[in-house]
């Protein structure tokens, strides 16, 4: 059972946009930046957002992130098919003191 | 160009123990605290142990509290992390991560295999 709470799997048609949630608790995404990790089939993960919003150079505009209380989002627009890949939210976990992830989410392009 | 090259993975008994290292380059290794990650196959993300650039405080999931020790030699640019007391649950592909807030920058990672 993670920590922080995503939805197993969404799914959208080329071009659509698509979010997914990322629900924690006020010792974790309520009072720490979240960041945001794409894992494409047999790859390590990459960093896709940090601090809550902010893309690392070279990763397209497309990928978005924000937070809200104890929640986090990560919007996709524009959606592809090399998008299809599993997305995990992060953050640290004051209470815990430790590094906690989402279950993760799969991204299917229909 | 950050590089991160784990090694050190291999089949190991229940009970038995294992060094992992991760060799660093294209940074200030001394500036950037430094994580463990891990995938049990099939499964998703789980942070294992942090630690600071200057090696001094360093931070542990409860799962491996007491049985793993990260550590890192500054002059060798070298990230470790000593596993013993292994269990079959401890089975995963080890990242190496640059950062502690967030991981920027990712190892292709080492499988670890715990099986008798």
């Known amino acids: 059972q993670s920590v922080l709470t995503q939805p197993p799997s969404v799914s959208a048609a080329p071009g659509q946009k698509v979010s997914i949630s990322c629900s924690g608790s006020s010792s974790n995404i309520g009072s720490e930046y979240v960041s945001w990790y794409q894992q494409v089939p047999g790859a390590a993960p990459q960093l896709l957002i940090y601090?809550?919003?902010k893309r690392p150079s070279g990763i397209p505009d497309r990928f978005s992130g924000s937070k809200s209380g104890t929640s986090a989002t990560l919007g996709i627009t524009g959606l592809q098919t090399g998008d299809e890949a599993d997305y995990y939210c992060g953050t640290w976990d004051s209470s815990l003191s430790a590094g906690v992830f989402g279950g993760g989410t799969k991204v299917t392009v229909l | 160009e950050v590089q991160l090259l784990e090694s050190g993975g291999g089949l190991v008994q229940p009970g038995g123990s294992l060094r992992l290292s991760c060799a660093a380059s294209g940074f200030t290794f001394i500036n950037y605290a430094m994580s463990w990650v891990r995938q049990a196959p099939g499964k998703g993300l789980e942070w294992v142990s942090a630690i600071v650039g200057s090696g001094f405080t360093s931070e542990y999931a409860d799962s491996v509290k007491g049985r793993f020790t990260i550590s890192r030699d500054n002059s060798k640019n070298t990230l470790y992390l000593q596993m013993n007391s292994l269990r079959a649950e401890d089975t995963a592909v080890y990242y190496c991560v640059k950062g502690r807030q967030f991981y920027e920058s990712w190892g292709r990672g080492t499988l670890v295999t715990v099986s008798s």
């Open positions: 601090d809550n919003n």
